[in-house]
């Protein structure tokens, strides 16, 4: 059975659909089987990152509400076999689904892939509640900024109350610049506010944005290649890192993402 992991926070705007979209490519990369569930269903927006926007027939809410079959709504990307997005509707009204349908649904798609990545609204609503409670794992994700990391803590504690054990933080956008010199936190006092043990960091990087709006995601062609390991761009590096951790692999968080001289003073405490 696959593992299904809950990517949320209850602030908006920290890039829990990047993350999701990101991370997802950078475990098709490792070989896995990858399926994104866009649980956003006020803000659907996971099949635009991902550019399979022109892709989606069904989406998510006829499986749950009218029975369709997964496989009618699940697209398959072209450019990577190993993924594949399950959309949210274009329109919901809000009603409340019943939770035995998420769970049949989810009990199925395990049997499928090797993990489905959630992404999650930043609303707790009937519906954020019943997709949290089909997942194994959670990454909240943080800005680097102080009311995002107030934020991750909150969401940590409820997600704790709802039963997750193995809870993970991501930040994201790091500024490494404004961190050393002391205008943003580090790396340990993001973990002491948030409370959250820390699986990534993504560091600001322009390219994001050029490769979200072009529909490109981080290592979105899968090729194995050592030769191109050297070329990637460093938000690319710390989603593989983050991967690999997820699979379990002992994996520096910053490693290859910037150069080590100087950097035990992000994780010291000030």
């Known amino acids: 059975m696959g593992r299904a992991i ?59 509400k009218d029975g369709t079959a997964p496989s009618d709504a699940i697209i398959r990307s072209e450019k990577n076999p190993l993924l594949s997005l399950l959309p949210a509707p274009a329109n919901f009204s809000g009603e409340k689904l019943e939770q035995e349908r998420f769970i049949s649904l989810f009990n199925e798609l395990k049997s499928r892939y090797d993990y489905i990545l959630v992404d999650s609204s930043a609303e707790i609503s009937d519906t954020y509640l019943s997709f949290a409670a089909v997942c194994d794992d959670a990454i909240v994700v943080s800005f680097h900024q102080s009311t995002a990391i107030r934020a991750a803590e909150k969401t940590a504690t409820k997600l704790a109350e709802l039963g997750f054990s193995n809870i993970r933080l991501v930040v994201n956008i790091f500024h490494k610049e404004d961190s050393e010199a002391g205008r943003l936190p580090g790396v340990y006092d993001i973990i002491t506010r948030a409370h959250i043990r820390l699986i990534g960091v993504v560091p600001y990087d322009s390219n994001v944005s050029i490769d979200q709006e072009a529909g490109r995601v981080a290592l979105e062609n899968g090729a194995k290649n050592p030769k191109k390991l050297n070329k990637l761009k460093e938000y690319e590096r710390a989603f593989l890192n983050i991967a690999r951790r997820v699979c379990g692999e002992q994996v520096p968080l910053l490693k290859g993402v910037y150069k080590t001289k100087g950097l035990k003073r992000l994780f010291s405490a000030t």
């Open 6 to 64: 809950f990517v949320t926070s209850f602030k908006g705007g920290v890039g829990k659909t990047t993350v999701s979209a990101n991370l997802a490519s950078a475990l098709t990369y490792l070989g896995k089987s990858v399926l994104t569930v866009d649980a956003d269903f006020s803000n659907r927006c996971l099949d635009i990152v991902l550019g399979l926007e022109n892709n989606s027939v069904f989406d998510c809410y006829d499986i749950l």
